[in-house]
Nanobody, 114 residues
Framework: QVQLVESGGGLVQPGGSLTLSCAASGIIFNIYTMGWYRQAPGKQRELVATITSGGSTNYQDSVKGRFTISRDNAKSTVYLQMNSLKAEDTAVYYC????????WGQGTQVTVSS
């Protein structure tokens, strides 16, 4: 049974930082492309960042320079370090594992507000 379990969300003030974690089980983690997506109320789910099995990264333009995706294959975990957070970063953040099939986590809420 595949499980992707996100953690680390919460309430943070504008300009603050959060680190999201996604622990995977039931897959051969190191061969999957891992990603973070987000969905704000009333909007479609959108790509935030991805990291391939080889470590290549890709970011949505609005988060470049502020967010960093990384992975620890030994721990089967992918991270999203988020700095200089803005109100428009408020969303539910979802972890994604992609290869021949795609798996999703249940999501973690990130709220940026003063």
């Amino acid at each position: 049974q595949v499980q992707l379990v996100e953690s680390g969300g919460g309430l943070v003030q504008p300009g603050g930082s959060l680190t999201l974690s996604c622990a995977a089980s039931g897959i051969i983690f190191n061969i999957y492309t891992m990603g973070w997506y987000r969905q704000a109320p009333g909007k479609q789910r959108e790509l935030v960042a991805t990291i391939t099995s080889g470590g290549s990264t890709n970011y949505q333009d609005s988060v470049k320079g502020r967010f960093t995706i990384s992975r620890d294959n030994a721990k089967s975990t992918v991270y999203l370090q988020m700095n200089s957070l803005k109100a428009e970063d408020t969303a539910v953040y979802y972890c994604n594992a992609r290869r021949a099939v795609t798996y999703w986590g249940q999501g973690t809420q990130v709220t940026v507000s003063s």
